[in-house]
């Protein structure tokens, strides 16, 4: 009997042991707030500058598409939208289009639409294609274009 009522009694302990008690609970979740707090800012950094890489290889990739649609042409696009359907002024054998998919590939990785100018502003003697960066703004010092390298 005494054998019995000592298994029943560290059986008994087993089982008020079994649970965590606060401060563990506190400690780990004081650890993955540190962690959180290292973490996160690495990944924003990261995040943005693998977003403004993408926007620069999309202007690059749309300075290209409007060179192909120029010598198809032989004029540059009125608007970035000629690359995606022919313009009614433009005669059928001279468009090589659709140059571009849809619309949404004229979307940065901010979803603001990439901007184009025939008449350069930053290339007087060409034309400006770009993207107005994370803040949306056009003319700040984020945007990303086809006159920065």
């Avoid at 959180?36 to 890489?53: D, F, M, R, W």
């Avoid at 608007?79 to 059928?92: A, F, G, H, I, N």
Wanted: cysteine-free; aromatic content about 8%; overall charge negative.
């Amino acid at each position: 009997m005494a054998r019995q009522s000592f298994r029943a009694l560290s059986r008994g302990r087993q089982l008020q042991r079994a649970g965590f008690t606060l401060m563990e609970v506190l400690l780990v979740l004081v650890i993955l707030v540190i962690l959180g707090s290292i973490v996160v800012p690495l990944y924003t950094g990261i995040q943005s500058g693998a977003e403004a890489k993408a926007a620069r290889a999309q202007v690059d990739l749309l300075e290209h598409t409007i060179d192909m649609y120029r010598l198809n042409a032989k004029k540059l696009p009125s608007s970035l939208d000629d690359l995606v359907q022919r313009p009614s002024d433009l005669k059928e054998d001279r468009w090589a289009g659709p140059y571009i998919k849809d619309n949404k590939e004229l979307l940065d990785p901010w979803d603001n639409p990439y901007k184009f100018t025939p008449n350069g502003k930053h290339n007087s003697s060409s034309y400006d294609v770009w993207s107005t960066g994370p803040d949306g703004q056009d003319g700040n010092d984020d945007d990303i274009g086809n006159w920065k390298s």
